[in-house]
């Protein structure tokens, strides 16, 4: 008897580093789904990759609950993606907008790794990885939000993965400290990393030997600075 096909859940896709997960989960014969505020900008990726996509906010609750329910099986592999930025000094920011902002970059990453592990925990495996960015680990001028969002979210990750990888669900955390090469930033350009390549990593941390798990990969193109 055949092995049942693993299922890949993406939230906050869309191009880029999303587009090249669902390209690789998709090659490596993953069930994979997407999910998305507006998953009408998905149509094209869902046809090329064979991907079935779902509309959700990750900062809301019910929406999430729903989102999981909706999958065939308890997925094997839960990326959470999104994030939103609100530039400008913090004297002059707006609270409701960092509140939006933080809601979706930090408290989004709780609701969705508290729902996948609510799933996972009674099989036992499973892996849970989150997106952070230079901003996790460093706090630059004028991005005090960002700095929030993703300082929170790394902070959550490192706590569930104490949490939870002893009762077998993998959680890891990415740093991308650069940007991402995108149709005005070719992977030629050696200034930015290629999404291609960050999907691989995120694919090698999901099946990597539970003997040598890691929690968190720091991802930079070879001639940014540290």
């Given at each position: 008897?055949?092995?049942?096909?693993?299922?890949?859940?993406?939230?906050?896709a869309?191009?880029?580093?999303?587009?090249?997960?669902?390209?690789?989960?998709?090659?490596?014969?993953?069930?994979?789904?997407?999910?998305?505020?507006?998953?009408?900008?998905?149509?094209?990726?869902?046809?090329?990759?064979?991907?079935?996509?779902?509309?959700?906010?990750?900062?809301?609750?019910?929406?999430?609950?729903?989102?999981?329910?909706?999958?065939?099986?308890?997925?094997?592999?839960?990326?959470?993606?999104?994030?939103?930025?609100?530039?400008?000094?913090?004297?002059?920011?707006?609270?409701?907008?960092?509140?939006?902002?933080?809601?979706?970059?930090?408290?989004?990453?709780?609701?969705?790794g508290?729902?996948?592990?609510?799933?996972?925990?009674?099989?036992?495996?499973?892996?849970?990885?989150?997106?952070?960015?230079?901003?996790?680990?460093?706090?630059?001028?004028?991005?005090?939000?960002?700095?929030?969002?993703?300082?929170g979210?790394?902070?959550?990750?490192?706590?569930?993965?104490?949490?939870?990888?002893?009762?077998?669900?993998?959680?890891?955390?990415?740093?991308?400290?650069?940007?991402?090469?995108?149709?005005?930033?070719?992977?030629?350009d050696?200034?930015?990393?290629?999404?291609?390549?960050?999907?691989?990593?995120?694919?090698?941390?999901?099946?990597q030997?539970?003997?040598?798990?890691?929690?968190?990969?720091?991802?930079?193109?070879?001639?940014?600075?540290?």
């Open positions: 008897m055949s092995e049942a096909k693993e299922t890949a859940l993406i939230i906050g869309g191009a880029g580093l999303s587009a090249s997960l669902a390209r690789l989960c998709a090659a490596e014969g993953m069930d994979v789904h997407l999910a998305a505020r507006n998953p009408g900008k998905l149509t094209a990726l869902c046809q090329e990759t064979g991907a079935q996509a779902h509309s959700c906010d990750a900062s809301d609750p019910p929406a999430v609950e729903a989102l999981f329910d909706a999958l065939p099986q308890v997925p094997d592999l839960v990326v959470f993606n999104p994030s939103k930025r609100v530039r400008g000094g913090v004297h002059e920011l707006d609270p409701a907008a960092v509140k939006e902002a933080i809601e979706i970059t930090c408290f989004g990453g709780f609701v969705v508290r729902e996948a592990a609510r799933r996972m925990l009674p099989r036992g495996s499973g892996s849970i990885l989150f997106t952070g960015a230079s901003a996790s680990v460093k706090g630059y001028a004028n991005s005090s939000t960002f700095a929030m969002g993703k300082f979210l790394r902070g959550l990750c490192q706590s569930m993965a104490r949490e939870l990888q002893p009762k077998g669900i993998h959680v890891g955390h990415f740093v991308i400290d650069g940007g991402i090469a995108s149709d005005s930033r070719t992977s030629d050696d200034r930015f990393l290629s999404p291609d390549a960050i999907a691989r990593s995120y694919l090698d941390l999901h099946r030997h539970r003997s040598a798990w890691t929690w968190e990969v720091e991802l930079r193109p070879w001639v940014e600075n540290f």
